[in-house]
Antibody, heavy 119, light 108 residues
Framework: QVQLVQSGSELKKPGASVKVSCKAS????????LNWVRQAPGQGLEWMGW????????TYAQGFTGRFVFSLDTSVSTAYLHISSLKTEDTAFYYC????????????WGQGTLVAVSS | SHDLTQPPSVSVSPGRTATITCSAD??????AAWYQQRPGQSPVLVIF???KRPSGIPERFSGSNSENTATLTISGTQAMDEADYYC???????????FGGGTKLTVL
């Protein structure tokens, strides 16, 4: 079945970096874009942007430029989210999600990766 | 703030119909999707393209979209439907995905 499996939880100090992975299976990886969504503790869903899995071209939503980088390794059907210069306010669950349709919706979602930033 | 407006909470008795709304300017031109998020779990798609239900989603979930408001309806609500529900749309004018703020559905 179509599945996205993310890497495990991370505890980091402010100023550090983190890389979250999202491994796809059950479909042709390059057939669908992958999106990233953030959810701070107790808060709603916030779209971070997406990456074209054919070209590797990322598009970032407002508020997610500079410290956030999307990348791919198509040889292992995996997308990555790299966050640098971590701040305490980056503490959140980060989800990858497969994009469907031209006015897109997301299905499925990864299980989420908790990134906790604390001194 | 969120581009799509949802009520923060909705309560429903078991077996009754729950209705969750999602409003925005020109939403009827964008097509809406809905996600269910149970506590401690990742979101699950329950409705896409306003009215379509993915395989595996119970028939009691249905959607509609007209006059700037998308609606998720859960008929014969069950205790297992208690969750947060989020609407989502594609804003073609700004080329961005937008989410509603989420609605906590309580079944009591």
């Amino acid at each position: 079945q179509v599945q996205l499996v993310q890497s495990g939880s991370e505890l980091k100090k402010p100023g550090a970096s983190v890389k979250v992975s999202c491994k796809a299976s059950g479909y042709t990886f390059t057939d669908n874009a992958l999106n990233w969504v953030r959810q701070a503790p107790g808060q709603g869903l916030e779209w971070m942007g997406w990456i074209n899995t054919n070209s590797g071209t990322p598009t970032y939503a407002q508020g997610f430029t500079g410290r956030f980088v999307f990348s791919l390794d198509t040889s292992v059907s995996t997308a990555y989210l790299h966050i640098s210069s971590l701040k305490t306010e980056d503490t959140a669950f980060y989800y990858c999600a497969r994009e469907r349709g031209r006015k897109p919706w997301f299905d499925p979602w990864g299980q989420g990766t908790l990134v906790a930033v604390s001194s | 703030s969120h581009d799509l407006t949802q009520p923060p909470s909705v309560s429903v008795s078991p077996g009754r119909t729950a209705t969750i709304t999602c409003s925005a300017d020109q939403l009827e031109f964008r097509t809406a999707a809905w996600y269910q998020q149970r506590p401690g779990q990742s979101p699950v798609l329950v409705i896409f393209q306003d009215t379509k239900r993915p395989s595996g989603i119970p028939e009691r979930f249905s959607g509609s979209n007209s006059e700037n408001t998308a609606t998720l309806t859960i008929s014969g609500t069950q205790a297992m439907d208690e969750a947060d529900y989020y609407c989502q749309a594609w804003d073609s004018s700004s080329a961005k995905v937008v989410f509603g703020g989420g609605t906590k559905l309580t079944v009591l």
